[in-house]
């Protein structure tokens, strides 16, 4: 080993004083907040953070507005269901005075057949 | 749960919560961004110099391999130290992308003449002002507790380059935290 007497310490190796002066040095560094943010949302871009169930808002919105379409779906059938029909008397009525006619105006009659007879 | 158990929520807690990646992850991954990153921030600063924009990169890289990697970390492990073993490997990626780890140079490591001779630097600022090779393997070694074995793996440098580079790289501070007038005296 070279003889260093001459030298204050080792070369190779800290002081005391130096490794206090190590020790001391500050362990963090805050980081400006915008990189947070940008972080973030790279990692939201790759994936991350994208398997997220939709917010709860969004949800109960959804359902009120299912169950709207549901009720007016229900309450547009119930009123046709209930939509009173036509009394039946009524329509043999006005179809047989039309069958009746219908023939007459529509469907030419034959001429009676015309017997000649000659006599001698 | 998260926000209600808030800081005394343990990093493998928050690291599980992250990996499911559901309702929660965001806000899990929030609180171990605001536990861990100022350390890992400082460790990318002083392998880089100061640079800041250099520093920002590494750093949301280094978040963007922590979480991609969850799934092989070991659970129970020290979260801050794996997480700035990351930063450490990121940051010396960026140096040796842009070319700026010179380890054969021999470098002045004397200050400019021009400086006031009874100025005396601080140590952060000693360190940062040391060429890129020096410094890399100075804050691996003596402030991350790297072995040179690793370092070399890591600069893709043989371990006694690494001792050769420490030994400079002290010297170089030294001489940076000495008075002018000691080093003429």
């Not at chain 1, 229900?74 to 219908?102: H, L, Q």
């Not at chain 2, 998260?2 to 929030?30: C, I, Y």
């Not at chain 2, 010396?92 to 780890?101: G, N, P």
């Not at chain 2, 600022?125 to 060429?131: D, K, N, Y």
């Amino acid at each position: 080993m070279i003889d260093n007497e001459d030298r204050p310490f080792d070369e190779n190796e800290w002081t005391a004083e130096e490794c206090a002066r190590f020790a001391a040095l500050s362990a963090h560094r805050i980081p400006p907040a915008e990189l947070k943010r940008r972080t973030v949302r790279v990692l939201r871009e790759r994936g991350y953070f994208g398997r997220r169930t939709p917010s709860t808002g969004l949800v109960v919105g959804g359902l009120v507005a299912a169950a709207a379409v549901f009720a007016a779906g229900a309450a547009v059938g119930y009123s046709a269901a209930e939509r009173k029909p036509v009394p039946a008397t009524t329509i043999p009525v006005s179809f047989a005075a039309n069958r009746g006619a219908a023939p007459i105006d529509s469907i030419p009659q034959p001429a009676p057949a015309t017997r000649h007879v000659v006599w001698y | 749960m998260l926000e209600d158990l808030g800081r005394s929520v343990t990093d493998d807690d928050l690291a599980r919560a992250v990996r499911r990646g559901r309702e929660g992850a965001e806000r899990a991954f929030g609180i171990l961004y605001d536990r861990h990153t100022p350390r890992a921030y400082q460790t990318a600063w002083r392998i880089l110099g100061g640079s800041r924009a250099d520093v920002e990169d590494a750093v949301q890289e280094t978040w963007v391999r922590a979480i991609a990697s969850l799934d092989t970390r070991v659970s129970g492990g020290d979260f801050g130290s794996w997480l700035r073993s990351i930063a450490a490997h990121v940051a010396i990626d960026i140096v040796r992308k842009q070319r700026r780890l010179d380890f054969d140079a021999n470098v002045d490591v004397a200050l400019d003449e021009n400086d006031d001779a009874a100025v005396r630097l601080d140590l952060e600022t000693a360190i940062a002002s040391l060429p890129n090779g020096y410094r890399t393997v100075l804050v691996l070694h003596d402030i991350e507790g790297f072995t040179h074995e690793e370092i070399g793996e890591r600069l893709q440098i043989a371990a006694g380059t690494s001792k050769a580079q420490l030994f400079k790289a002290r010297r170089a501070v030294r001489a940076r935290l000495s008075p002018r007038i000691e080093e003429t005296t």
